[in-house]
């Protein structure tokens, strides 16, 4: 997937953050794969671990499997979803930053576990 493209059709005040957690994802795991599902970026391992969106103006980071990963219903909105939690990116700031580190290494791990 050509992540330029992708942000291209985004809104600019919102290109730094989804690039940012774009950056983050990728060194994660040296494993990891962005792809193009659903027209939006997702970036897999054995199988979709979270992808990036922007619903109603606010940038998200989408964790796949939230309801199996123990604790992160804590830190992602889940909403009447069952399977996906939201991080929200809007706002972000040092703590926020440490946030989103954690929600991709129970992503990530989770994932290499199954």
């Known amino acids: 997937m050509n992540f330029e493209s992708y942000l291209e059709k985004k809104d600019p005040k919102h290109h730094e953050v989804l690039r ?15 792809v193009k ?15 990036l969106d922007v619903q109603k103006d606010r940038p998200l980071l989408g964790i796949m499997y939230m309801k199996d990963i123990p604790g992160m219903n804590q830190l992602t909105f889940v909403g009447n979803r069952n399977q ?9 700031d040092d703590a926020r930053f440490s946030e989103l580190l954690t929600v991709i290494e ?9």
Request: proline share 4%; aromatic share 10%.
């Open 20 to 34: 940012l957690v774009h950056d983050q994802m990728l060194a994660a795991h040296p494993g990891i794969q962005l």
């Open 84 to 92: 996906i939690g939201h991080f929200y990116l809007d706002g972000m």
């Open 37 to 51: 599902k659903w027209g939006l970026p997702v970036f897999m391992l054995k199988k979709n671990v979270a992808y």
């Open 106 to 114: 129970m992503a990530v791990s989770h994932d290499l576990n199954r």
